[in-house]
């Protein structure tokens, strides 16, 4: 039904949608038929036409992408923190299924579990639980990192962190189809070198597509040299910064004796 006052903040309507609040002009009477394929069917399997499109560009085109959203164009854009979120539930709820599923491997997991000392238990804890958080700890750093190496587009730290936030988006999808592939190890089998070495393309591509997300941002702005120091710093930055932030909880955890410890971050 068409109004001439919007239903939800009651101003005056001249297009499709309202100017105060955003809500469609048209809004259908709740039927049988409309309750069932539209706000049933239509609202459970809706999803953003933004999440795949933001999902692509942080693959193909990460720093061009978080540039064009810093610079103003935002509509086509899903909120690339939301889906970071959701992104590591899928990685969390891919990992914690298959572990269930491969039986064999949870009891030599168990096994080796029980002689792990206090402070790998507590360490291990920490990664299970905290795994959003340390995720998430990439955007801050990474920023951090990049508002100190990339100045000559004079972006603020935020800003940085929207460029960090792309290419971590990036990287977590690419952890996804990565952790999905190896749902096929539960149908046929993979050999141990097959595995270690699918591990290492996954891990690869990860490095690879920080290097990328970062020339794909400032890779105009310096020459091939001056790009390439600054990523190279970048990441002794930010291993710099991790082997820091690890040792203090290490420390802490350990009452500050360190020792032998032995963990497996995020399972």
């Given amino acids: ?33 409309k309750f069932i394929f ?8 809706h999803f953003e036409k933004g999440m795949f499109f933001t999902a692509k560009q942080a693959l193909i085109h990460p720093g061009k992408a978080a540039l064009e959203y810093i610079s103003g164009k935002r509509v086509r854009y899903y909120n690339v923190f939301y889906l970071i979120l959701i992104t590591i ?3 969390i709820f891919f990992r914690h299924y298959y572990e269930n599923f491969s039986i064999s491997e ?29 995720i998430s700890l990439f955007v801050p750093f990474a920023a951090l990192n990049s508002f100190i190496l990339f100045k000559k587009k004079k972006l603020n730290f935020s800003e940085h962190c929207i460029i960090a936030g792309m290419i971590l988006l990036g990287m977590l999808l690419i952890s996804a189809f990565g952790n999905l592939f190896f749902f096929l190890d539960l149908i046929i089998p993979f050999s141990d070198k097959f595995a270690t070495a699918m591990g290492w393309i996954v891990t690869l591509l990860i490095i ?13 702005d310096y020459s091939k040299s001056g790009i390439a120091s600054r990523i190279l710093l970048f990441f ?15 420390g802490f955890i350990s009452n500050w004796k360190f020792g032998y410890i032995n963990v497996s971050p995020f399972g």
């Fill in 236 to 250: 002794a930055l930010f291993c710099s910064e991790l082997m820091i932030l690890f040792l203090v909880v290490w």
């Fill in 106 to 134: 949870n009891d030599e997991a168990l096994k080796s579990q029980v002689q792990l000392n206090e402070a790998s238990k507590a360490m291990n804890e920490i990664f299970e639980q905290k795994s959003k958080l340390i």
């Fill in 208 to 220: 690879f597509q920080i290097i990328y997300g970062y020339y794909n941002a400032f890779g105009l």
């Fill in 1 to 33: 039904m068409m109004n001439n006052k919007c239903l939800n903040c009651e101003k005056e309507l001249n297009d499709k949608y309202c100017s105060g609040c955003g809500q469609k002009a048209d809004t259908h009477r709740i039927t049988f038929k």
């Fill in 89 to 91: 539930g899928l990685i």
């Fill in 38 to 45: 539209h706000d049933l069917i239509h609202g459970t399997f």
